[in-house]
């Protein structure tokens, strides 16, 4: 069962990149965006998970915006760090370097590509678990590493290693989820990977969400998990739903392709993606802008 005032908090907006025209980093903006994402009601952020563009955000980079985040956030909210890579021996070394920055937590995805073995996967994080102090969130993602981490081998990370402390699951296996939720220590946390699934995985006992959409509408969705936090099941379902359209509506391409264009159209840009992501196209755009607007997020 998971804890009642979870460590990082319910929503935990996955915060996207601001690039310059150039698709180099924008540091001030990224101050900027941090300062939007605490203001609007987040309890953390993930900075530089996959909706962050980590795959072309080379390591010197991702150290810039850790030290970013951190000083922007002042303090205010744990920064989680995503220093997760396919290769365990980078994926230590590159944490300590992380460590350095301040941040206060890591999130390490599930091994991609490469295709370990579950017993693979659990060495894989319990290796990582050992070399550091700080707390880290799994992140099990199966879309995107082509293995599933199953929740035999999640719970046994979580009883075995003290510092692994949450995962964030994006399987949409209900019944895996439910697993997890039920075996693993009172103080471990079960985030929901997707934003659709919030409310589902919250009803199930889940702690909150590392989400997509709290870049563009971090109110909306913490309202989600407030009233699913106070067990209003109804009012939570009914605020999900209003969302579903935008939930839905953010990955008919790539993500993060429409949440940046999504923040364009609520007046905040933020960049374009780098290759191989292309920018959203102008009827992805247009279909976009009558979604947010049906969704009230914009006018």
């Known amino acids: 069962m998971t804890q009642s005032q979870p460590r990082f908090g319910r929503m935990i907006p996955a915060m996207v990149t601001p690039f310059d025209q150039e698709r180099e980093l924008d540091l001030n903006r990224a101050e900027q965006l941090v300062d939007r994402l605490i203001e609007g009601g987040s309890d953390a952020l993930v900075i530089n998970g996959t909706t962050g563009e980590s795959p072309t955000v080379f390591y010197p980079q991702k150290l810039e915006l850790f030290r970013t985040a951190v000083a922007a956030a002042g303090g205010r ?123 589902e995985i919250m009803r199930r006992g889940g702690s909150g969400v590392i989400s997509t959409l709290g870049n563009v509408a971090p109110q909306r969705m913490r309202e989600v998990c407030e009233l699913c936090a106070a067990h209003d099941w109804d009012a939570a379902k009914a605020a999900s739903d209003a969302l579903m359209p935008i939930m839905e509506g953010l990955f008919v391409t790539a993500n993060p392709i429409l949440v940046k264009e999504a923040l364009a159209l609520a007046g905040f840009p933020v960049g374009g993606v780098r290759l191989p992501l292309v920018d959203a196209t102008p009827e992805q755009t247009e279909t976009l802008r009558q979604i947010m607007q049906e969704c009230g997020i914009v006018d």
Do not use: W
Request: hydrophobic content about 40%; overall charge negative.
């Open 77 to 199: 909210v744990p920064i989680i760090a995503n220093v997760g890579d396919n290769c365990t021996a980078d994926t230590v070394s590159f944490a300590r370097d992380a460590a350095a920055c301040g941040v206060d937590a890591f999130m390490c995805v599930v091994p991609y590509y490469n295709k370990p073995p579950q017993e693979g996967l659990y060495a894989h994080f319990k290796t990582i678990a050992d070399s550091t102090d700080l707390p880290i969130v799994l992140y099990n993602i199966p879309g995107r590493c082509v293995i599933n981490m199953t929740a035999e081998t999640t719970l046994r990370l979580a009883h075995d290693c003290t510092n692994i402390v949450a995962v964030k699951e994006a399987s949409g296996k209900m019944d895996q989820i439910q697993a997890i939720i039920d075996g693993a220590p009172d103080d471990f946390d079960v985030y929901s990977g997707d934003d659709s699934a919030t409310y």
